[in-house]
């Protein structure tokens, strides 16, 4: 039987981050993967500037495939769009290759003495006393490992979560996305999104182009299976997708129901898709993990050296997470439940009415009021909108 103070499940943006901060606040800490490398999961990879600065990274072209400036919105009626500039709105970031930037962060932890095991997946988990038994199969063996705190970070599939918490209001939304070669974009430096019933059932499509015309094209539908809705959409575009080749297959899904009630318990804290921390609207998953990666390990260190590994104690990572991104998360999830509502006719009257910022703010969950009080002064919108948004 090994002992550690702190294990973390999963080596995700989430779980990088809880075992580095963890270990930096003086703790023992083991990070357990289950794949043989990191990033294995689907993902459209693009991050915010401020998300490669909160994980600590320098910006750097080992992991920064192209850099992004403004983003178009489209209307189910393509010829209407609300562009985004980042003049206006401050939206910019990268697209990044998200293995090499995990790569980095696994250095980074690392470096503050993190002990990283991959092919090792968790097959069990138990409280034994006032300690968690963790059994993790490494291909050949199963290994006992006894700790003080267990971090979650296990994505979608959370055993952690499965076993200590209540996910029944936990929904995906399933994606499929293709990496695109040979792309004909006029813009390689613009995100493109695309809404409506035909495009996308209950979600989106995204164009997140990674520079010399390749791009990862993809769509989230709910209801339906993703793939057809992906095709078409590239049947259909000829322009841009003409000679492009498909390189990569890849399909998973996004927790898109909003942060779990509870995240900690006695000895245990799950963080990232694991706990739900995804921002709605945009599907954006990767800066929230970042954030609560680094409070949870950070208090979980603390926890460890005040020998108090009690839910009481462990709160204070959902405290201090909830009063921005917890605040973040559920005023997006609520203009997801908006959107939902809305006719493709809706849609193509917004695209004439809201700016890029009105977009970049209801997505992000940010400044909800101010659209929902310029919303009330129209007619249709002040009673779908607007009155729903500030209830
Ligand atoms: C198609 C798609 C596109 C997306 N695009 C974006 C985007 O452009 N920008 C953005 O911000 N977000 C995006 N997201 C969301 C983002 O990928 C996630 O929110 C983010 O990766 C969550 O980080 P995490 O650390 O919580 O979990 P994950 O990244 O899922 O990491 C969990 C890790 O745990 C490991 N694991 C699981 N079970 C076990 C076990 N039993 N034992 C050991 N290890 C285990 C997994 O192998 C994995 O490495 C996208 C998601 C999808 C599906």
Redesign the pocket.
């Known amino acids: 039987v090994e002992t550690y103070d702190i294990v973390v499940?999963?080596?995700?943006?989430?779980?990088?981050l809880a075992s580095k901060k963890a270990a930096e606040g003086g703790a023992q800490v083991l990070l357990?993967?289950?794949?043989g490398e990191?990033?294995?999961?689907?993902?459209?990879?693009?991050?915010s500037k401020d998300?490669v600065l909160d994980a600590e990274l320098k910006p750097s072209s080992n992991f920064i495939s192209n850099e992004i400036v403004g983003a178009y919105i489209y209307a189910p009626d393509e010829n209407k769009k609300v562009e985004i500039s980042m003049s206006e709105t401050g939206y910019g970031g990268y697209?990044v290759n998200?293995p090499l930037f995990?790569k980095e962060l696994a250095e980074a932890a690392a470096a503050k003495g993190v002990d990283i095991r991959v092919k090792?997946?968790?097959?069990d988990v138990k409280r034994d006393g006032k300690l968690v038994k963790v059994m993790?199969f490494d291909g050949a063996k199963t290994v006992e490992v006894k700790a003080k705190i267990l971090v979650g970070?296990?994505?979608?599939?959370?055993?952690v979560a499965e076993k200590f918490f209540n996910r029944e209001n936990y929904q995906l939304i399933s994606?499929?996305?293709y990496k695109l070669a040979d792309c004909n974009l006029d813009n390689e430096r613009v995100t493109r999104f695309y809404l409506g019933r035909k495009v996308a059932p209950m979600g989106y499509l995204?164009i997140?182009p990674k520079g010399r015309k390749l791009a990862?094209v993809?769509v989230?539908v709910r209801g339906e299976p993703a793939k057809k809705y992906l095709d078409q959409f590239i049947e259909t575009h000829v322009e841009e997708f003409r000679n492009s080749k498909v390189v990569k297959v890849?399909?998973?899904?996004?927790?898109i129901s909003g942060q779990l009630d509870e995240i900690v318990s006695d000895n245990i804290m799950i963080?990232?898709?694991?706990?739900g921390?995804?921002?709605p609207l945009?599907?954006?998953?990767?800066?929230?993990?970042i954030a609560?990666?680094k409070i949870a390990g950070e208090v979980a260190a603390e926890a460890v050296k005040e020998n108090d590994a009690s839910k009481a104690r462990l709160m204070e990572y959902p405290n201090r997470f909830n009063s921005y991104w917890g605040e973040r998360i559920r005023k997006s999830l609520k203009a997801l439940r908006v959107m939902e509502k809305l006719s493709d006719d809706d849609l193509n009257q917004l695209a004439n009415i809201l700016t890029g910022k009105d977009v970049i703010d209801l997505a992000n969950g940010l400044n909800v009021e101010r659209v929902a009080m310029m919303l009330m002064k129209h007619p249709v919108f002040a009673m779908k909108i607007a009155k729903f948004l500030l209830s």
């Open positions: 499940v999963g080596a995700g943006p989430a779980g990088l357990v993967e289950k794949e990191f990033g294995v999961k689907a993902c459209a990879e693009a991050l998300a697209v998200k995990l090792s997946k968790v097959v993790v970070c296990d994505g979608v599939n959370s055993i994606c499929i996305q995204w997140f990862n993809g989230g890849e399909a998973a899904p996004i927790p963080c990232g898709d694991a706990a921390q995804v921002i945009t599907g954006g998953g990767i800066h929230s993990s609560a990666g």
